[in-house]
């Protein structure tokens, strides 16, 4: 099993006064309610974040009460964030935001949507930067104030860092840049305890590295389904709009496979990262091709 844990998140929860895990993260006291409404709002946050951003969901959900964590993990070989209710709702209350949780829920995405878990080398300062970073813009996206998307961060985060984790500025610096660059696309930004649930988005957030990305686009008038893979062989449709560029990585490799049909006798397109591709007609052969942008 590999996982990536979240530096706020906790390993136990015996008193309150001055606790912290292995990580100097302050633990929150424990709540004595469950205000979390287990799976199906958790679940719900989470599918409001995937359509912000027209992203496919890559993994599962999963409740796992007791273990006083949410983190994202890879179990037989399947993506998986596993989390607390209680936990999440002591967070909650400690903060008092429910933002709060739903940033927790935030950043372990984000490991899975930058692709972390693959190397099994575990938590780096580099990497929780870039879930921190995606935390921002994705609680930007659907409706959290700055100080929403900062609060858990800024309440528990140790000030030090250390080899797996940063420190509380850089994390709060992280989550500050996710989130303006989400601002000039989402400006209705509320307070409102529970966020709203906002209409599709198509503006993922860039890398942060810069690199190891592919924009797909279509040249037509109407909208069509294509055929994404990792290992060319097995195929996942994916709908694409004439006016919405796909922005995505493929997870095991710098390059991954495309078709648009979903045959075992259609023509494979290879796409490499750091490429742009355009989907267009091809008058000459009177059908549809992949072509490279320069």
Not at 13 to 29: E, K, R, V
Not at 79 to 100: C, E, G
Not at 139 to 152: E, F, H, N, R
Request: aromatic share 10%; net charge positive; proline share 6%.
């Amino acid at each position: 099993m590999k996982k990536i844990v979240l530096s706020l998140l906790l390993c136990s929860q015996i008193a309150f006064a001055q606790q912290t895990n292995h990580s100097g993260i302050l633990i929150p006291p424990p709540s004595s309610v469950n205000n979390f409404l287990s799976d199906y709002e958790a679940r719900a946050y989470v599918r409001t974040i995937l359509d912000s951003i027209n992203w496919q969901q890559n993994f599962t959900l999963q409740e796992q009460n007791g273990i006083n964590n949410a983190y994202a993990t890879i179990i037989n070989n399947k993506r998986v964030i596993l989390y607390d209710n209680r936990f999440l709702t002591a967070l909650d209350q400690y903060t008092n935001t429910k933002w709060a949780s739903i940033s927790v829920l935030a950043h372990e995405m984000g490991h899975h949507y930058r692709n972390h878990l693959v190397t099994g080398k575990g938590s780096t300062p580099a990497t929780e930067l870039e879930a921190d970073y995606f935390s921002g813009y994705a609680l930007a996206k659907v409706g959290a104030t700055l100080a929403d998307a900062t609060a858990a961060m800024e309440k528990i985060s140790p000030i030090q860092g250390n080899s797996s984790h940063p420190g509380r500025a850089q994390r709060v610096d992280a989550i500050q840049k996710g989130w303006y660059y989400a601002k000039p696309i989402n400006t209705s930004a509320t307070t409102a305890a529970r966020p709203p649930v906002p209409q599709p988005q198509q503006n993922p957030p860039p890398p942060v590295n810069g690199g190891g990305w592919i924009n797909l686009s279509l040249y037509g008038n109407n909208a069509m389904t294509v055929y994404l893979s990792d290992d060319g062989r097995n195929f996942s449709p994916v709908p694409m709009k004439t006016t919405q560029p796909f922005v995505f990585k493929y997870e095991i490799y710098n390059y991954g496979f495309l078709k648009l049909v979903n045959s075992p006798n259609a023509v494979t397109y290879k796409l490499m990262h750091n490429k742009d591709y355009s989907i267009i007609w091809n008058r000459k052969t009177n059908n549809w091709t992949v072509v490279e942008v320069k």
